[in-house]
């Protein structure tokens, strides 16, 4: 039951588009459509923003997709914005009914 | 709306057991699944266990097998975590979540666990 893979940290001006990578084995990620991404701003409960690989909960923005290949989830998050700076989380439900998360992603709106 | 309320804030010593609440509201308790989520201070996110609110079934993370206990009243439509033999690492904020197949859509406020002599 090893975490999930996400870069430390990734940085974009406003407006562009940033891309988040969550890289796992063919036993989690690689093996499930229900891979999902959480937004968490400091101090704060962590926020689903996007569920079973691609779709997003009623209320969030259209600007968060995500999408998959192989053994690899990512979350892209367009037109950024500096209410978009947090730390963004990757999970995946796995065969085995464990749940498994992401080390976490910094992202920094310069 | 769907509500999770958490226990309050708890210190313990070592070597002691601690057991957080979640009391659920605004849905159908056992249609849903409840996991429990701890974040170290500075650290990630770490899924701790889940269980079926529905027919009791549990999974627990390896790493934490044999001192975290999860448990529901359907009576009351509250979950509960156990976790005992408390180090010090295990100091931490505590979360539980609704679950649904490993998506969690609605989180409670968080309590804090301080493991400390």
């Known amino acids: 039951q090893s975490a999930l893979t996400q870069p430390a940290s990734v940085s974009g001006s406003p407006g562009q588009s940033i891309t988040i990578s969550c890289t796992g084995t063919?036993?989690?990620?690689?093996?499930?459509?229900?891979v999902s991404w959480y937004q968490q701003h400091p101090g704060k409960a962590p926020k689903l923003m996007i569920y079973?690989?691609?779709n997003r909960p009623s209320g969030v923005s259209n600007r968060f997709s995500g999408s998959k290949s192989g053994n690899t989830a990512s979350l892209t998050i367009s037109g950024l914005q500096a209410e978009d700076e947090a730390d963004y989380y990757c999970?995946?439900?796995?065969?085995?009914?464990?749940?498994?998360f992401g080390g976490g992603t910094k992202l920094t709106v310069l | 709306q769907v509500q999770l309320v958490q226990s309050g804030t708890e210190v313990k010593k070592p070597g002691a057991s601690v057991k957080v609440s979640c009391k659920a509201s605004?849905?159908?308790?056992?249609?849903?699944?409840i996991s429990w989520v701890r974040q170290a201070p500075g650290q990630g996110l770490e899924w701790m266990g889940w269980?079926?609110?529905?027919?009791?079934?549990?999974s627990y993370a390896q790493k934490l097998q044999g001192r975290v206990t999860v448990t529901t009243d359907t009576s009351t439509s509250t979950a509960y975590m156990e976790l005992r033999s408390l180090r010090s690492d295990d100091t931490a904020v505590y979360y539980c979540?609704?679950?649904?197949?490993?998506?969690?859509?609605?989180w409670g406020q968080g309590t804090l666990v301080t493991v400390s002599s």
């Open positions: 979540a609704r679950d649904d197949w490993g998506s969690f859509d609605y």
């Open positions: 605004g849905y159908t308790f056992i249609s849903y699944g």
């Open positions: 269980i079926s609110a529905y027919n009791g079934q549990t």
């Open positions: 063919s036993s989690d990620v690689g093996d499930s459509n229900y």
């Open positions: 079973e690989v691609s």
């Open positions: 999970s995946s439900y796995t065969s085995s009914t464990i749940r498994v």
